[in-house]
């Protein structure tokens, strides 16, 4: 079983940056391919990034491409997301997911969750 806890959220003005950490245990997290997922309030879960687990390949969210970096360090079984040029519509909760079986910017397709980290945005 795979535990993940996010940090790094918290408030910041609008065109300010964050980093988010999402630390692993209890699973091989090298073998895992990890990403970041946010929701709203009262909207769906929305794919943000994804690094697959040799760290040569990544994606983004369209919204957040050219804004957010996604990285890994394996040695300390933690995913980074380095989130520069902040605005109020990346206000949410953001979540790490480990270990997809199919598609993965679908959050259904993840076994692993952490519990959420709440970033907000003011303008």
């Known amino acids: 079983q795979v535990q993940l806890v996010e940090s790094g959220g918290g408030l910041v003005q609008a065109g300010g940056s964050l980093r988010l950490s999402c630390a692993a245990s209890g699973g091989t997290f090298s073998s895992y391919t990890m990403a970041w997922f946010r929701q709203a309030p009262g909207k769906e879960r929305e794919f943000v990034a994804h690094?697959?687990?040799?760290?040569?390949?990544?994606s983004y969210g369209s919204s957040v491409k050219g804004r957010f970096t996604i990285s890994r360090d394996n040695a300390k079984n933690t995913v980074y997301l380095q989130m520069n040029r902040l605005n109020a519509e990346d206000t949410a909760v953001y979540y790490c997911?480990?270990?997809?079986?199919?598609?993965?910017?679908?959050?259904?397709?993840?076994?692993?969750w952490g519990q959420g980290t709440q970033v907000t945005v003011s303008s």
């Open positions: 690094i697959w687990r040799g760290d040569s390949f990544t």
């Open positions: 997911a480990a270990d997809v079986q199919g598609s993965f910017s679908d959050y259904t397709r993840y076994n692993y």
